[in-house]
């Protein structure tokens, strides 16, 4: 989710979605316009529009593009020990996230709309499911390994997500400064009582 400080990219896109991002930020998604996005982008709004031709064209992108950002990131995680997976995993989802507080509240604002918004619906599923495969994956191959009891994965990642989904609410619709590591210390003695093998 990070918003890189160069206000300027080489490619249009790039930096249409960091002015998104900006402009996100700045102004949620409920006073968010075209106009907005361009002065961030630093040209006209015919320049946002040669490219998205809708708003919701442009946040539907912009979607697409937290999740590819997300999905580098944990495609760095260089560890392949399962629990030490697990603990950067979960970091990402529930530590990272904590500076980017006005992303949050914009990011809540739009998953509302998505009962009305099969952009937005469409995209958020894709989220929550590739979620949930890397946590699927990273129980998986603990099972394997022997550092994980033989549970549920699926079952075992959906917990996971809905500490995380619970957290994030909390921190925006609550304005709960500790609904992040709560949860982070949660989530830990989930892994700690139900995923981790007895010795």
């Known amino acids: 989710m990070p918003d890189a400080p160069d206000r300027r990219s080489a490619d249009p896109n790039e930096g249409i979605m ?19 996005i361009a002065e961030e982008y630093g040209k006209s709004t015919a320049a946002i529009h040669y490219h998205y031709d809708t708003k919701d064209d442009l946040l539907a ?23 030490e997976r697990m603990d950067l995993l979960l970091d990402k989802l529930l530590v990272d996230v904590a500076e980017y507080r006005e992303l949050l509240v914009a990011m809540l604002e739009m998953r509302s ?9 469409e995209r958020f599923r894709q989220n929550d499911e590739y979620l ?44 709960d400064g500790e609904a992040l590591e709560t949860a982070r210390q949660t989530a830990d003695e989930y892994v700690e009582t139900v995923l981790v093998a007895d010795d």
């Open 113 to 121: 709309q998505a009962p009305y918004k099969e952009a937005f619906r």
């Open 18 to 36: 960091r002015a998104t991002s900006r402009a996100l930020r700045d102004h949620g998604y409920a006073d968010l316009t075209i106009k907005r």
């Open 132 to 175: 949930r495969y890397m946590l699927k994956a990273v129980i998986n191959h603990g099972i394997d390994e022997g550092v994980f009891r033989d549970v549920d994965a699926d079952h075992a990642a959906r917990a996971l997500m809905t500490i995380v989904d619970g957290a994030r609410t909390r921190a925006v619709v609550l304005d």
């Open 61 to 83: 992108a912009y979607l697409d593009h937290l999740i590819d950002q997300f999905a580098s990131s944990v495609r760095e995680v260089e560890t392949t020990d399962p629990a």
